[in-house]
């Protein structure tokens, strides 16, 4: 029987003030027990549907997702306190990728022809496994959810979604456009399950796998659950990626772009360019202009944000959480030379920080800092920067500038990350694997790759 304090555990609480907006009762263990009959039953019937069918009610949740994006927007900005054009912006985004498998999934999924002696045939099926759970944050509730989703209703795998506890009301807002794109029953189910209850769900022996983004500590629960009964699972975990700037014809512009990188979701996305290493000779003013941009910037309503407003974290407990790491590294000899502390109100709003002097053994160099807190590093050579860069338990992502691009491309194909780019802050789209190494987690999504995660890879050998 789950724990009294996880009865209600999911709740929608206004980040910017603390008001509760709404309590949703947590699934019952019986609840469980229906939605797992449900889930392995409509796996087998969408599995017999054709590619082509399925392809098509999976453009209708691209096309709702599009048409909706306001309403699911507002939903957002409430749970989590998302900037309100980047919370439309998030469904909209949705629509890109819904639309991508709806069209190239049925592409990417055909047989495979595989070269065999004269007198036989053989291709390589790519087949679906059945249930899958997707374990999801709430830094993206719509976006993270998408990537999980999409490829597996075409591929004809069955979905169960825990959402975060804190985004309930967005969860609801997904079934209802999976049910009103034809989605049959079972075949996408939303659940709020306690913590116990999801590791009943990875064990039973009908779900064929489990796939997490969020923290190192869940993602390692949620392995050691999946590992213990032999299931495939996907994991997305934090990142502290390395954002290297090795020159600039325009320091301030790199700053700003490097700035604005920063603060994206309100620095709380786990590629987010957490540890910016930028070449001695143009450090100071670097530095200089990044404390210029977040000098000054006063807290605000994230459904009606000023240009010098800053949004709430998704908690205060986030919120003093960041706090506390960087009040870790000033104890030990960093410098915060602006921003850094949790207003006084009841809100989550943490003043965006810029830090450096940042040195072994301080949190802030081996954790992840998740909120808006740039932490600037200085380097003389090439080389340093990538010791540095790979000088992390993390390998989310990873971005080189330079007016170099030989040598920026260089820099990136040195760092022990899932995904690097030249010249750009994130390669970003649809059709674009995202994931990392190391203690970023392992597997894919989105692109080509995010088909091949759930997928029985099927030989079929025939001897004429």
């Known amino acids: 029987m789950s724990a009294p304090h996880e009865a209600r555990s999911y709740r929608v609480t206004n980040p910017a003030n603390g008001q509760v907006l709404a309590d949703y009762e947590s699934a019952s263990d019986a609840a469980i027990t229906a939605l797992l009959e449900r889930s392995a039953e409509a796996q087998q019937r969408w599995a017999r549907r054709s590619v082509t069918d399925r392809a098509r009610i999976v453009a209708e949740v691209a096309r709702l997702f599009d048409e909706r994006a306001g309403k699911l927007g507002a939903l957002i900005t409430a749970e989590m306190g998302k900037e309100a054009s980047s919370a439309v912006g998030e469904a909209k985004f949705c629509k890109e990728i819904f639309a991508y498998y709806a069209t190239e999934g049925p592409r990417l999924i055909a047989d495979t022809p595989v070269a065999v002696p004269a007198g036989a045939n053989a291709r390589i099926q790519r087949l679906p496994l059945g249930p899958i759970l997707g374990v999801m944050p709430w830094n993206y509730p719509y976006y993270q959810?998408?990537?999980?989703?999409?490829?597996?209703?075409?591929?004809?795998?069955?979905?169960?979604?825990?959402?975060?506890?804190?985004?309930?009301?967005?969860?609801?807002?997904?079934?209802?456009?999976?049910?009103?794109?034809?989605?049959?029953?079972?075949?996408?189910?939303?659940?709020?399950?306690?913590?116990d209850q999801i590791a009943r769900i990875v064990a039973d022996p009908r779900v064929q796998g489990v796939s997490l983004t969020g923290s190192e500590r869940a993602g390692t629960a949620i392995a050691e659950h999946a590992g213990r009964n032999l299931k495939k699972v996907v994991l997305e975990l934090g990142g502290s990626d390395p954002y290297i700037v090795l020159d600039s014809a325009d320091v301030a512009a790199s700053a700003r772009l490097a700035w604005d990188t920063r603060m994206s979701n309100n620095g709380q996305a786990c590629n987010s360019n957490k540890r910016m290493i930028v070449m001695s000779d143009i450090y100071d003013e670097f530095v200089a202009e990044l404390v210029t941009l977040a000098t000054g910037l006063e807290p605000g309503d994230p459904a009606n944000l000023g240009e010098r407003e800053f949004p709430p974290l998704a908690s205060r407990t986030a919120a003093e959480e960041l706090a506390a790491q960087v009040a870790d590294a000033v104890a030990q000899g960093a410098v915060l030379h602006t921003g850094g502390t949790v207003t006084e109100d009841s809100g989550a709003y943490f003043r965006p920080a810029v830090l450096t002097d940042v040195k072994v053994g301080m949190r802030a160099y081996s954790e992840e800092l998740f909120g808006p807190a740039a932490v600037v590093y200085r380097v003389e050579t090439d080389e340093e920067a990538i010791a540095l860069a790979n000088d992390s338990q993390y390998g989310l992502g990873a971005a080189v500038f330079s007016q170099d691009a030989e040598r920026a491309s260089a820099v990136a194909s040195s760092l022990e990350v899932g995904m690097t780019n030249v010249n750009i802050p994130i390669g970003q789209g649809a059709s674009l694997p995202f994931g990392g190494v190391k203690r970023s987690g392992f597997g894919r999504e989105l692109g080509p790759l995010g088909l091949d995660e759930f997928v029985n890879k099927r030989l079929f050998y025939a001897q004429q």
């Open 145 to 195: 959810a998408a990537r999980f989703v999409a490829p597996n209703l075409v591929l004809g795998n069955s979905v169960i979604l825990k959402p975060a506890e804190n985004c309930p009301s967005s969860a609801l807002a997904i079934a209802d456009i999976m049910s009103e794109a034809g989605v049959p029953a079972g075949v996408y189910e939303s659940v709020f399950a306690t913590h």
